[in-house]
């Protein structure tokens, strides 16, 4: 069974600056992260206990994450129970099928190839190069006439 709690990312942030809080995934001895958009100091964060100490909001925000983690683990269980889960083979998978069903208005169409794609299209910096992506979305489609309906399954 998966299981889910957070995590201090302190991996790539200099000592005295407050690091991102993460959502942990772990399944089938794996693991994925997905950001929470809090951020603490070390010395504000008990790993062990899995909660904010010392910190002028540490309740509201240990309640926020109560009810996050509460959030996440329901969802898990409702995938678990129609049989959803079984498709999940890693946790970044999970977890993308975590965030569609929490998240539809933000993550509910980033498994279709061509929104992904479009996407991605428009990630990229350079004027140059999205246009060059975009230029190729005609031709996907002349190759593919149902490419709207394609899947990364």
């Known amino acids: 069974m998966a299981s889910v709690k957070f995590y201090l990312d302190t991996r790539s942030v200099p000592p005295d600056v ?4 993460k959502i942990m995934i772990t399944h089938n001895r794996t693991t994925a992260l997905h950001s929470v958009d809090i951020r603490l100091l070390p010395s504000q964060w008990d790993g ?3 909660c904010v100490t ?5 309740m509201f925000l240990n309640a926020h994450l109560f009810r996050m983690r509460s959030d996440w683990e329901i969802a898990m269980l409702r995938l678990a129970d129609s049989g959803e889960m079984r498709r999940a083979c890693s946790a970044a998978a999970l977890r993308d099928m975590l965030l569609q069903t929490l998240y539809p208005e933000k993550y509910g169409s980033r498994n279709l190839f061509l929104d992904r794609y479009k996407a991605f299209t428009e990630s990229r910096a350079t004027p140059g190069t999205r246009r060059t992506y975009a230029g190729t979305i005609p031709r996907i489609e002349a190759y593919d006439p149902m490419i709207g309906t394609r899947t990364f399954e």
């Open 54 to 58: 010392e910190h002028p909001q540490r």
């Open 18 to 21: 407050p690091a991102p809080l």
């Open 48 to 50: 062990a206990a899995g």
